[in-house]
């Protein structure tokens, strides 16, 4: 059989391209006119060579879509050809490991070990507290199974756009409050379980951190999933974090993972700083009694485990009916600095100032860990 140019772009034009939902050739991504090599003696096969364009390295179709392209040309032309399938990318390939975010001077990733704690508010509150005390902050929702931010900051009905910076394409973090901030929440339906293997779910975080344009930024702050999971190793795998703060409930039970929770980053394979420990729903403070506390979860069980591990006790953050209240609407406290809530994260937002101030002094930059 003789094979020329065109029966190799009739094979590429049954293979379709999910990205786009089109064949290769309706996709424009055959970069170039296929190279076809005729044998020269005995014993040699053909050979054909195809450029396919993607639009980006991470592309998360590219190895189907080889793999699909090679079979279809093997069988409109034989099993015996030898096909070679070379990939280039629109878009330039992402910085590697260690040369992500050069413009972000500090990142925090705010922990817990136990879910239900109140990490997301915390973590949503400082970030809008630093805004308001004049610093340029960025927030990414890492919890890719169970993301909450853009709930919290009324910013559902919004959707990140693609940008050009340099020759990469980037996706553009959303603004509110002051906050450029990104979730996975706004790539997928509100009503539908991610139903995600471990792989998908850190490569799209990677994507959220190596392909947006964050810019500038004095703090990064890293809302993460609870417990010790792919998702926190790929942050420490990808960043070299500054520090984190640990939130927990006063409850023991709560506590024990918190415990946990350090843990994972004082391993002496990780070695990432413990900033310091907040003490959500510390106690209770009805609105008709703003004077009384009630401990319902328990006493000071924070700031006794900050004093166990020699690390700072930075707030504690009473239950109040309208941190929820303000939460659920999008309209976080921290926006309300003329109220007891809405201060106490202000104070949250200035100590976490003054530790990593403390500890940038102190303390050499993290290194990433490595992968094994």
Known sequence: MTI??????DALATV????????LVESQMVADQPSVSAPQQVGEVWRVTVVLQFPRDTDPFLKSTVKA??????????????????TEFKSKPRPEVGKLLPGVKNIIAVSSG?????????????????????YKVGLLDCDIFGPSMPKMLHAEDQRPYAVRVGDRDL??????????????????SPDTATLWRGGMATNAL??????????????????????????????????????????????????ADARKGID??????????????VENMAWFTPAELPENRYYIFGREGCKQLAKQMNVPLLAQIPLIQAICESGDAGEPAATHSDNATGLAFINLAQAVVTVVNRRNAELPKTKIVGVK
């Open 4 to 9: 020329y140019p065109q029966m190799i772009m």
């Open 206 to 255: 990677k994507q959220l951190i190596a392909d947006a344009d964050w810019g500038e930024l004095d703090y990064f702050i890293l809302d993460t999933p609870p417990g010790t999971s792919d998702i926190h190793l790929t942050l420490l795998q990808t960043l070299a974090i500054t520090g984190a703060v640990i939130v927990s409930t006063p409850q023991q039970v709560a506590l």
């Open 16 to 23: 379709t391209y999910a990205g786009t939902k089109k064949n």
């Open 69 to 86: 392209a090679e079979a279809a040309i093997k069988y409109r032309c034989g099993k015996e050809v030898a096909v070679e399938i070379k």
């Open 171 to 188: 996706i553009s973090p959303i603004e509110v409050y002051g906050v450029k901030m990104l979730s996975i929440g706004f790539f997928v």
């Open 114 to 134: 136990k879910g239900g704690v109140g990490k997301s508010t915390v973590s949503a509150n400082l970030a809008i507290a630093l805004t308001r005390l004049g």
């Open 264 to 277: 994972m980053y004082r391993n002496e394979k990780v070695n990432v700083p413990i900033l310091g420990l």
